[in-house]
């Protein structure tokens, strides 16, 4: 069983910067590409951000390209998101999954253990 645990939502300004971390238990972490998606109100869930297992590959969705950066780090299990440049759309529910599968796709159903999620809020 994997469990994933995120954290560092909060409140912020446009503009501002907040950096969320996802703590995996088990051993799978490191075989694994991971993923963050989101969540907005009244909204389904989509793609953010996706990083292969040794962390060399990542993609983005078009909306954070250039103001996220998503990384890991295997020997913490542990994944991260650093998210610069906020703006009100990015306000959302954050959530990091684990893909069933070595490479990170954008599908949320490739991803087969999420994280309870953490709010962001970004004020204008």
């Known amino acids: 069983q994997v469990q994933l645990v995120e954290s560092g939502g909060g409140l912020v300004q446009a503009g501002g910067s907040l950096r969320l971390s996802c703590a995996a238990s088990?051993?799978?972490?490191?075989?694994?590409?991971m993923g963050w998606f989101r969540q907005a109100p009244g909204k389904g869930r989509a793609f953010v951000a996706t990083?292969?297992?040794?962390?060399?590959?990542?993609a983005y969705a078009d909306s954070v390209k250039g103001r996220f950066t998503i990384s890991r780090d295997n020997a913490k299990n542990t994944m991260y998101l650093q998210m610069n440049s906020l703006k009100p759309e990015d306000t959302a529910v954050y959530f990091c999954?684990?893909?069933?599968?070595?490479?990170?796709?954008?599908?949320?159903?490739?991803?087969?253990?999420w994280g309870q999620g953490t709010k962001v809020t970004v004020s204008s």
């Open positions: 999954a684990r893909s069933k599968y070595g490479i990170g796709t954008t599908e949320r159903y490739d991803y087969d253990y």
């Open positions: 088990g051993r799978t972490f490191s075989s694994a590409a």
């Open positions: 990083i292969s297992v040794s962390g060399g590959s990542t």
